[in-house]
């Protein structure tokens, strides 16, 4: 959960802001290693040149991730970007308008859709950069994943998606900004050293503040203070019943 969930928990359910304690999710961060065999291998499997600049995004093909702008973008940084390789992993209702999509903006030679992979750590290895393009998100797996394994990451500002990437960390453009999103991918794809500074400080985020043990040493954290609160409770309650039995006897 991130704090616009919890916002929303304020706003709409009516809960004060003291009772709502943000745990985000965690991931096993060692799980997440960039390796140069794997990248070899994976882009070799693709397809993919060595040089080319290649962009995962990891999402179902459903409207709410809104694929339509992420191939917009490409297509804008085409110019500028001539190696650019978009990779659709998932699969869903919108992958007919998505191919419709692809062919109008003549993407069949950058763009390949692989539909649901259970392998998703491994293609990682291989990506320059991770894209994700929702009209509404909470904090994604995904988007943490990459961090871990020091991939930059370009998204929508929406929902919780402040909360994880910082501008050390990625870029944020407005939903739907298709140009936005496009300049990202060409400042990106320009420079490794900056990927690189993007990719360090987002592994390190990721172990900071989204570990799997970090999220279980919170909820243990939270817990121990609700159950500490419940006993106190329990203690000012009985009070009054022991001092009349005390003094009845």
């Known amino acids: 959960m991130g704090r616009s969930v919890k916002q929303a928990l304020i706003d709409n359910e009516g809960f004060g802001s003291e009772r709502i ?33 290649l962009v995962l995004m990891v999402a179902r093909l459903d409207p709410i991730k809104d694929h339509i702008t ?45 539909g649901t992979r259970h392998d998703v750590p491994r293609l990682l290895t291989a990506a320059d950069t991770l894209l994700l393009t929702s009209l509404s998100e909470g904090i994604p797996l995904t988007v943490i994943e990459a961090m871990a394994t020091r991939i930059p990451i370009i998204g929508t500002n929406v929902g919780s998606m402040a909360d994880v990437l910082t501008e050390d960390v990625g870029r944020l453009a407005q939903a739907q900004d298709h140009l936005k999103l496009s300049e990202y991918l060409i400042q990106l ?30 909820y243990a954290h939270l817990f121990k203070n609700v159950l500490g609160l419940n006993n106190q409770m329990q203690e000012t309650n009985a009070t009054p019943l022991t001092r009349l039995t005390n003094a009845s006897s």
Do not use: W
């Open 21 to 53: 304690e943000v745990i985000p999710n965690g991931i096993d961060v060692e799980r997440f290693q960039p390796s140069e065999t794997d990248r070899q291998s994976v882009r070799a499997e693709l397809g993919i040149e060595p040089d080319d600049y």
């Open 70 to 114: 992420a191939l917009k973008a490409v297509a804008a940084a085409c110019n500028q970007v001539p190696s650019i390789k978009l990779i659709l992993v998932g699969d869903g209702p919108e992958r007919q308008r998505i191919e419709s999509t692809i062919h109008e903006l003549q993407l069949e030679s950058r763009v390949h859709l692989l």
């Open 189 to 218: 794809a320009q420079s490794e050293s900056l990927r690189q500074t993007l990719g360090i400080a987002g592994r390190q985020r990721a172990a900071a503040e989204f570990s799997e043990t970090g999220m279980a040493d919170r």
